[in-house]
C-alpha cells in the first residue's frame, strides 16, 4: 500500500508539472500578435484632418524605428510588422480604429495613440483587454492619473512642460515685472496650457492681466489682440495648434506689439513658422525634444543618419519633432519586449516597462524611468527659439527639471 501511496504521490506531482508546463506553453502560443517569427503592433494617429501634419510626421519616425529595428534582425529573432489606422483625429474613429486592429488585426501592444482626447477614449478599452500601449505624441495627466496598468506615458503634459519653460524664460529675460496674458483654445488641449500657465504664474508671483478662451479651427485674432493691447501685455502664452499660432502671430506683428511670444511644443513645427511668415521669426517654444538640427546630441545624429537611409528624400523632408518622439517610443517598446526574451507576453512586457529605470536616448530627451506605481516619465524641458530667415529652430535653453 506504500508503494501504491507513493507511486499515486508521484503520478500526481508529475501530473501537475504537465500541466503547469502546458499552460505556459498554450498561453506563450497563443498570446496576440505573437509568433514565432512576427510582433504585430498598431499605429493609430491622424493621417486627415486638422493635425495630420502632426500624424504623418508620428508614422515616418516609426517607420524609421521599424526599419532599423527589422535591419538588426528584429527582436530576439522576431520581425516587427506595424498595421496603421488613420482615425481623422476624430475621438470615435480612434476607438473603432482600435476595435479594428485588436479584433482583425490581432495586434500585440499599441505604438501610437493619437491625440490626448482620443488616447482618453480608448483607455477603457485598453484597460479591460490590457493591451500594452506606448503615448509618446500627445500627453495628458488622465493617460497617467489615476494609473492605466498598460497604459506608458513618456514626455510631461503641456502643464508641466509651459510650468518649467515659462518659469525659465521669466529668468533668462528679466520678465518678473512684465504684463502676461493667456490666449487659449477651448478644449483638453487649452485646459493644460492654461493649467501651467498659472501654476507658473503662481509660482513666480507674475501679474496675469488678461485670458482669453477661442474655438478651435478660429483665423482671425484682431480681436484678441486688441484686448491684449489694451491690457498692456508684454509677454503672452498662446495654446493654439497649428494655423490658429501662426494666425496670432501675424496679428500682434501687424500691431506692432513687441512681446515675449511663448507657446507650446505643438508649434515647434516648420509649417507654422512658415504661415506666420515675418512674424515667425523669434518665437519661443516650450519643448522637451531638441531641434533636427542639434546633430551635436549623439541620439539625433543616429536618428537623422537612419532617417535618411530608410526614407525617400520627400519623406525626410516631413519629419518633424514629433517624428523624434516617435522614434523614442519605439525604442521603449523594443526595449520591454526584449526584456522578454522568447517567452513574449503582455504581462511580462508590462512588468518591465514598470521596472525600466533611466533608459538612455543618447540625449534625444532625458532618461526615461517608469515605476509599479509611476506610468509617465516626465523628463526635462528646454526652451526653443524659431529662426525664419535660416527656416529653422535652435534651443536657447539647458534642460529644466519638471515639477
Known amino acids: 500500500m506504500k508503494a501504491l501511496s507513493k507511486q499515486l504521490t508521484a503520478l500526481k506531482l508529475i501530473t501537475i508539472i504537465l500541466f ?62 506595424i498595421r496603421y489606422e488613420d482615425d481623422g483625429y476624430v475621438p470615435a474613429r480612434t476607438v473603432q480604429s482600435l476595435k479594428k486592429l485588436m479584433d482583425l488585426d490581432n495586434i500585440f501592444g499599441l505604438l501610437g495613440t493619437s491625440g490626448s482626447a482620443h488616447l482618453k477614449a480608448m483607455l477603457p478599452v485598453l484597460d479591460r483587454e490590457n493591451v500594452p500601449a506606448i503615448n509618446a505624441i500627445a500627453v495628458n495627466s488622465a493617460h497617467f492619473n489615476p494609473i492605466h496598468n498598460s497604459v ?14 515659462l518659469g525659465k524664460l521669466v529668468e533668462m529675460k528679466s520678465l518678473q515685472k512684465a504684463k502676461f496674458g493667456l490666449v487659449y483654445q477651448d478644449d483638453d488641449y487649452g485646459t493644460d496650457v492654461r493649467c501651467g500657465y498659472l501654476k507658473a504664474i503662481e509660482d513666480n508671483k507674475l501679474n496675469n492681466v488678461i485670458e482669453l478662451k477661442y474655438h478651435r479651427g478660429q483665423k482671425n485674432f484682431s480681436s484678441e489682440v486688441l484686448k491684449l493691447r489694451r491690457a498692456g501685455v508684454t509677454a503672452l502664452m498662446a495654446g493654439g495648434i497649428i494655423s490658429e499660432t501662426a494666425a496670432l502671430l501675424k496679428e500682434t506683428y501687424r500691431n506692432r506689439m513687441d512681446i515675449a511670444f511663448l507657446t507650446t511644443h505643438a508649434s515647434h513645427l516648420l509649417p507654422v513658422q512658415k504661415l506666420a511668415g515675418k512674424a515667425g521669426d523669434g518665437y519661443l517654444i516650450a519643448d522637451y525634444m531638441p531641434p533636427l ?60 516597462l514598470e521596472n525600466l529605470k533611466d533608459f538612455d536616448t543618447e540625449g534625444l ?19 526653443i527659439r524659431s529662426n525664419a530667415k535660416t527656416q529653422s529652430f535652435e534651443q536657447i535653453s539647458d534642460y529644466i527639471p519638471i515639477q
Open 365 to 383: 530627451m532625458g532618461p526615461i524611468s517608469f515605476a509599479p506605481g509611476k506610468r509617465q516619465s516626465a523628463s526635462s524641458a528646454i526652451i
Open 152 to 165: 506608458f506615458v513618456i514626455g510631461p503634459t503641456y502643464c508641466q512642460e509651459i510650468r518649467a519653460a
Open 293 to 352: 538640427s542639434s546633430t551635436d546630441i549623439p541620439g539625433m545624429k543616429r536618428f537623422i543618419d537612419l532617417a535618411k537611409k530608410h526614407l525617400s528624400e520627400k519623406e525626410f523632408k516631413s519629419i518633424n519633432r514629433y517624428s523624434t518622439s516617435a522614434y523614442i517610443g519605439g525604442l521603449v517598446m523594443e526595449e520591454g519586449i526584449k526584456r522578454c526574451g522568447k517567452e513574449l507576453t503582455r504581462s511580462c512586457f508590462i512588468n518591465n
Open 20 to 81: 503547469t508546463l502546458i499552460a505556459s506553453v498554450t498561453s506563450y502560443a497563443t498570446e496576440k500578435g505573437v509568433s514565432d517569427d512576427t510582433i504585430i503592433l498598431g499605429v493609430i494617429s491622424p493621417l486627415s484632418g486638422p493635425a495630420s501634419l502632426i500624424g504623418k510626421a508620428h508614422n515616418l519616425g516609426v517607420k524609421i524605428w521599424n526599419a532599423d529595428v527589422n535591419e538588426r534582425g528584429g527582436i530576439n529573432g522576431r520581425k516587427v510588422k
